[in-house]
């Protein structure tokens, strides 16, 4: 599903991709390169075009004050027999608009639904842009978005970047409004559920409704483990073909935190209801907590059970879960246990959780059968032993530091005298001496707590040995530092990189910290904040993985971040897929258009390079650019060699 197309909220497959390409390839049009060659209604003009070829847009007018006159400037139809005027209820609305300095929304006879907003700069409205469909209902909080962001951009061109300040206070205020809107919302609907929900307590038996989980309607925990204590009861020794199921979300806690409760509980809602049809037989199905259910199915054999739970883990694998512009992809983590004479239902769900747990630890997304001799502890003891390494390694200094360099666009104006910059990386020395991947030792670190305490390390040993070799280090452009998500939100960490750049006397504008997407949009308020931080002092930061998630472009104007580093699922094999292409350079555009540059990582041949070259990424990463080695090698090239 695509963020841009809300009418297609059903879709799947490529055309939320096709969608997010239309929406953004209107806003890249909207740009003009030389606006001084154009004058003001020629820019209205062009601007009106551009968005007409959105399929939503099917007319629009711009409206300018003159002489505290509002004047229809620009006014467009997709069809181009259709030349009449405004009329009077676009004027009407324009005219209101002004009035009032926000979105509004109207209809006509002919525009079954019209938009407006304002085209405002460092507090001053200055005109209106119109839009209007014939198809009634067709506009929603969505659309007023979008077309904020239309008026933002033509703004910006109209005002030649004399009001960049003024205008992103503007922005970040409509941020916030909207923010308060959707809590709002949000608190109201809560309000109106709990109403309902009395309403419906009153209307039906006391005892039922004791027994249902108000969200889903299924069985809550209570009820489930009371009738599966039951069913179990009364079956006699030696009956096989009875199965149970424990289903996990993974990472709920994402989804909440980013979107909110209310998102949270339409996926609850949406995912029971695939339970029902997905277990139609089930004897029982239940809500077992915040993201867990439970199902007991009798008659058949675990494998069989285990095939029908692994047809369910797929048909997630296919759904997208869209929410008010978020966009998410859901896994499930799912245990089965069968069960054998004499188990009791306390038993049963404790072994389905504990397969179920298994199968989270390794990343979700997949089925497990419990076995009574599966190497659990096996694994379990191994992952014991990878921590205790960890903190020995740590104990002993026995981490190293790695770069791998970051050159600039070939084809960019001054890309000669552009420096050479570096991303940091982490290795693990092993008591071998063996280099060890950070994928063996970082998920490790993340899920056990140790990932601030390695940040520390590493922001103390960069910026104590670049200081060490300050000389080289000035030929440098910059380095980046990656943090992770624990970091951003732990007490006293912001603190400690600041007294770490006083201490080693390090010039801020020289380092960049690197913060992937998901981490930044699932904590905002505290990467605001650690962003804010550093950069008052002159730090910069970068957003890794950008694109990962197509929530990004609603949150990138509220994040002060220097870079937008694409993720390089996108970036490797742009050669042949069209679409991936399309949508590199569609970040690119954007970014350039909110004052951001650009990396492109995972570059891996010539072609790839060629083609970042030609769309004017900023600066390319990866194997083909230069391969990671101990940054001692390059502060110290006399030693590497």
């Not at 996990?248 to 339409?266: C, E, H, K, S, T």
């Not at 759904?319 to 998410?328: C, D, I, K, L, P």
């Not at 020395?429 to 030792?441: A, C, T």
């Amino acid at each position: 599903m695509d963020i841009f197309q809300p009418s297609a909220m059903d879709a799947g497959g490529d055309s939320g991709i096709l969608s997010l390409i239309e929406s953004l390839s209107m806003l890249r049009s909207l740009v003009v390169p030389d606006a001084t060659a154009l004058d003001e209604p020629e820019l209205c003009a062009h601007a009106a075009r551009a968005c007409v070829t959105h399929r939503d847009l099917e007319c629009c007018a711009l409206y300018l004050q003159h002489d505290r006159a509002l004047v229809c400037t620009a006014h467009v139809r997709r069809d181009p027999d259709d030349a009449d005027a405004p009329g009077a209820a676009l004027d009407e609305l324009a005219a209101r608009v002004i009035a009032d300095g926000e979105i509004l929304r109207g209809a006509s006879e002919v525009h079954g639904s019209l938009l407006a907003a304002p085209l405002a700069a460092a507090g001053r409205v200055q005109g209106v842009l119109v839009v209007g469909h014939p198809a009634a209902g067709r506009y929603s909080r969505w659309h007023e978005r979008l077309l904020q962001l239309v008026c933002d951009v033509l703004t910006q061109t109209l005002e030649h970047g004399r009001l960049v300040r003024g205008q992103r206070e503007a922005i970040a205020e409509r941020s916030r409004a909207l923010s308060h809107c959707d809590a709002s919302l949000d608190a109201e609907r809560r309000r109106r559920s709990a109403a309902e929900s009395a309403l419906v307590r009153e209307s039906r038996l006391r005892d039922r409704l004791a027994r249902l989980d108000t969200l889903t309607g299924l069985l809550n925990r209570a009820a489930f483990e009371s009738e599966l204590a039951r069913a179990l009861g009364r079956v006699a020794p030696g009956a096989g073909g009875r199965a149970l199921i424990h289903v996990d979300i993974d990472r709920f806690r994402v989804i909440n935190d980013a979107a909110g409760q209310a998102a949270g509980d339409q996926l609850i809602r949406v995912l029971a209801e695939l339970l029902r049809e997905h277990f139609a037989g089930a004897s029982l199905l239940g809500r077992l907590g915040n993201d867990e259910f439970g199902i007991l199915l009798e008659g058949r054999a675990a494998d069989r059970v285990e095939t029908l739970a692994e047809s369910l883990c797929d048909a997630v694998d296919d759904f997208q879960f869209s929410f008010r512009g978020y966009r998410f992809v859901i896994s499930l983590s799912i245990g089965v246990a069968e069960y054998r004479d004499g188990d009791s239902g306390e038993q049963l769900l404790r072994k389905a959780y504990s397969a179920c747990l298994s199968t989270q630890e390794v990343g979700g997304g997949n089925v497990r059968l419990y076995r009574e001799h599966d190497g659990k502890l096996k694994r379990r003891n191994n992952e014991a032993h990878a921590l205790s390494r960890l903190v020995r390694a740590l104990e002993e200094d026995r981490l190293e530091l790695f770069s791998q360099p970051i050159v600039a666009n070939a084809r960019a104006p001054q890309a000669a005298a552009e420096p050479i910059n570096y991303e940091i990386l982490l290795r693990l020395k092993g008591e071998d001496g063996d280099l060890i991947s950070p994928g063996q030792f970082l998920p490790i670190a993340e899920r056990y707590g140790l990932s601030v305490k390695l940040d520390r390390w590493v922001v103390r040993s960069v910026l104590q040995t670049l200081a060490e070799h300050a000389e080289r280090f000035d030929r440098f452009g910059y380095v980046t530092i990656n943090l992770s998500g624990h970091s951003l939100g732990s007490r006293g960490f912001l603190d400690y990189v600041l007294e770490q750049l006083r201490h080693f006397d390090t010039t801020p504008g020289k380092i960049c910290f690197e913060v992937t997407e998901t981490v930044a949009i699932s904590d905002l308020q505290a990467a605001r904040r650690f962003i804010a931080g550093l950069k008052s002092r002159g730090c910069r930061f970068a957003l890794d993985d950008f694109g990962s998630g197509y929530a990004s472009y609603l949150y990138l104007r509220d994040l002060e971040v220097d870079f937008l580093k694409i993720d390089g699922e996108f970036v490797q094999g742009i050669a042949t897929d069209s679409a991936n292409l399309a949508l590199i350079r569609s970040i690119n555009d954007i970014g350039k258009i909110l004052g951001k540059r650009t990396i492109a990582e995972h570059v891996e041949n010539d072609a790839t390079l060629a083609l970042l070259e030609e769309i004017g990424i900023d600066f390319v990463q990866g194997y083909f650019i230069g391969r990671p080695e101990p940054l001692r090698n390059i502060l110290e090239p006399e030693r590497s060699h």
